[in-house]
């Protein structure tokens, strides 16, 4: 069971749409992260929230965590096909070191 | 490369073999991290170094899983008599400082495969 809990799991799409993931959890985090992965490659970190309500812009993607930050979005705008790739939102802070992953959502966009 | 390398890439192995996957951090990295990505799903932690010290191994799943980090740089994660339920891709993370939100740059992975 994640506790980081992702949705959708999946999601197929034409070139130019819109999209919305989202990462909810039951506990809060002193910080979330969100990370795009490529198929036989790590994560890489595309951003950090860290105070509740906050909104950060990465070109054509936004990023928002919940006033109690215990859950985040990810907005992204007319979706290209390089957008292509595994969104995963991760929590810091919650215990320990290390990063409480999601379940991760599949992202393609068709061209 | 000044990334993250892990090897071998892939690995084969047979149900109740051992195996050993290593880890080179960044230069100088303090935090070094280990997680288990199963087929489908987001990476779980398994084991957090600082330096040599291992701080937090309670994500390891059973006693026959070990890792190392003897001089503070390279780590070995090992797998005694591996299980299939143990096929994954295991990534290995590193951070500059023991903060925890720093951010961890992670290496390519190994893909685990248990015959």
């Known amino acids: 069971t994640q506790l980081l809990e992702q949705s959708p799991q999946f999601l197929s799409i034409q070139e130019g749409e819109n999209l919305t993931v989202y990462c909810n959890s039951s506990?809060?985090?002193?910080?979330l992260q969100w990370y795009r992965q490529e198929p036989g490659e790590g994560p890489v970190l595309l951003v950090t929230v860290v105070t509740g309500g906050e909104v950060k812009k990465l070109k054509r993607l936004t990023f928002q965590f919940g006033d109690a930050r215990k859950d985040s979005s990810l907005h992204i705008t007319a979706a290209q096909p390089g957008d292509t790739g595994l969104y995963l939102c991760a929590g810091a802070g919650n215990a320990g070191n290390m990063l409480t992953f999601g379940g991760g959502t599949r992202l393609m966009v068709k061209p | 490369g000044a990334g993250v390398s892990q090897s071998p890439r892939y690995k084969v192995a047979k149900r109740g073999q051992d195996v050993a996957l290593r880890c080179d951090p960044i230069?100088?990295?303090?935090?070094l991290f280990w997680y288990q990505q199963a087929l489908g799903q987001g990476p779980e932690f398994l084991t957090y170094?600082?330096?040599?010290?291992?701080?937090?191994k309670s994500g390891l799943p059973s006693d026959r899983f070990f890792a190392e980090r003897p001089e503070g740089s390279v780590s070995t994660l090992k797998i005694q008599r591996t299980q299939q339920e143990d096929s994954a891709v295991y990534l290995c993370a590193s951070s500059s400082t023991g903060d925890p939100y720093n951010e961890q740059f992670f290496g390519p992975g190994t893909r685990l495969t248990v015959l």
């Open positions: 506990s809060v985090f002193s910080s």
């Open positions: 170094f600082q330096n040599e010290a291992q701080l937090d």
């Open positions: 230069s100088g990295h303090v935090s």
